[in-house]
């Protein structure tokens, strides 16, 4: 095989193409600990499973510690979402994400702060990560 052509089998046998998807704001305002929404609120327990629908949310397992770093809470006060992450010895592959969830499948179980701000919220982006695989046959 030339140079040339394993050159081009190295930089091209794997293409990766980004999409980016819009998502509808969950809420207009949120509350946080400080204004960059770094500090953790509270810890909660979760006392049911939830699966994440899309990127903005995270899977949770019933008995993990979730950390809230933030909460949404709509105009009308329907359908209360959490920001956070999970913690769990049993579940490692999870640990450091975080994402939103409904706080019905959590119980706050401490809370660190009363010193609240409450901050705008915006649009989330999803990111779509698309892999394609280039064949080259050299006859």
Not at 24 to 34: N, S, V, Y
Not at 68 to 83: Q, R
Request: glycine share 6%; charged share 20%; proline share 4%.
């Amino acid at each position: 095989m030339s140079c040339p052509l394993v050159s081009l089998l190295l930089v091209g046998l794997l293409h990766q193409t980004t999409m980016a998807v819009r998502m509808d704001k969950l809420a207009d305002r949120k509350m946080c600990g400080d204004a960059e929404c770094s500090y953790v609120l509270s810890m909660a327990t979760a006392v049911d499973d939830f699966i994440a629908p899309d990127c903005r949310f995270i899977n949770i397992k019933k008995g993990q510690m979730v950390y809230v770093y933030s909460k949404l809470i709509p105009p009308d006060g329907a359908g209360v979402f959490w920001y956070g992450s999970v913690y769990s010895e049993r579940y490692v592959d999870q640990m450091g994400r975080t994402g939103y969830f409904p706080a019905t499948v959590v119980k706050e179980t401490r809370t660190f702060t009363d010193n609240t701000v409450w901050k705008q919220t915006t649009v989330s982006v999803c990111l779509s990560f698309k892999y394609f695989l280039f064949v080259f046959v050299n006859k």
